[in-house]
């Protein structure tokens, strides 16, 4: 059974860095799947932040690319985001979630249980 | 960039059918999945590939999706089924979701 699991400070000051840790159970991440990060701001909606692919490649909100950065270390079987320069508007609670292959579907079938992350002084 | 619209809220009587949808240009060309997310919890998949259920979600759970719309069906709606739907859909390497309705059993 796949696990995801969301791990990182919940508490980050304005203007420094996010960073965001999840880790995967049941499947090494270097076999296939894109794998991303989704946020919830407190009431509102689902914004997707970006994916990677198994094999490295990335794609980021354009809303957010400037400041967004993915990556996958295999040998921790864990992929990690990090988000630069963040103000009160970042503070969310942030997913990570497994996604099928574009050609069939791109959805996300397994999700984490989502780390609450506060940008206050 | 691509955008998904859907009704901030959607009423149904237990028993009923709930009809939930998502709208998008040309958005047949594209793979609809749904989620439900009830308080406090993660998105759960519902429906993927437009119209297909994972192991798990009832059957009363269906989705289609035509032209510029596809829609999220839930047949003999229980007090459980009460939660926030978002739609999802993927074009020209970017994810999008709507911004979700509001499913009220009264």
């Known amino acids: 059974q796949v696990q995801l699991q969301e791990s990182g400070p919940g508490l980050v000051k304005p203007s420094e860095t996010l960073s965001l840790t999840c880790a995967v159970s049941g499947y090494f991440i270097n076999n296939s799947y894109y794998w991303g990060w989704i946020r919830q701001p407190p009431g509102e909606g689902l914004e997707w932040i970006g994916s990677i692919y198994h094999s490295g490649s990335t794609y980021y909100n354009p809303s957010l690319k400037s400041r967004v950065t993915i990556s996958v270390d295999t040998s921790e079987n864990q992929f990690s985001l990090k988000l630069s320069s963040v103000t009160a508007a970042d503070t969310a609670v942030y997913y990570c979630?497994?996604?099928?292959?574009?050609?069939?579907?791109?959805?996300?079938?397994?999700w984490g249980k989502g780390t609450t992350v506060t940008v206050s002084s | 960039s691509y955008e998904l619209t859907q009704p901030p809220s959607v009423s149904v009587s237990p028993g009923q059918t709930a009809s939930i949808s998502c709208s998008g240009d040309n958005l047949e060309d594209k793979y609809a999945s749904w989620y439900r997310q009830k308080p406090g919890q993660s998105p759960v998949l519902v429906i993927y590939q437009d119209n297909m259920r994972p192991s798990g979600i009832p059957e009363r759970f269906s989705g289609s999706n035509s032209g510029n719309t596809a829609t999220l069906t839930i047949s003999g709606t229980q007090a459980m089924d009460e939660a926030d739907y978002y739609c999802q859909a993927w074009d020209s390497s970017l994810w999008v979701f709507g911004g979700g309705t509001k499913l009220t059993v009264l």
């Open positions: 979630a497994r996604i099928h292959e574009v050609g069939f579907g791109a959805y996300m079938d397994v």
